[in-house]
């Protein structure tokens, strides 16, 4: 079972799981026919997009917990990991755009 304990396999499943948050809310509220770079421009300029991906953070620091309650440290470093990024990110989107 200690195959999936590594760095890649928390980026990844870091990485991937603010994106399933924003296309989730894309499902839920977009209007018929949007199209998703239209929305993803228009969250942007409503200040909604890095709420969005802060509550994917929240979700990935489940995801840490989860790893760390596994044993699966090397994963959950990768999970912090991408949390950094996202973070990085979000404070771009926040304070420079």
Known sequence: MRKYD???VGLVLGLLLPLTIVVVYYFVSANEGQAFGNFIERSESAGVLEKM???GCILNLVL???FSALHRFHSMRGGLLATMIYVFVILYLKFIT
């Open 53 to 55: 991906l802060s509550l």
């Open 64 to 66: 840490v917990y989860i």
């Open 6 to 8: 590594n760095r890649i």
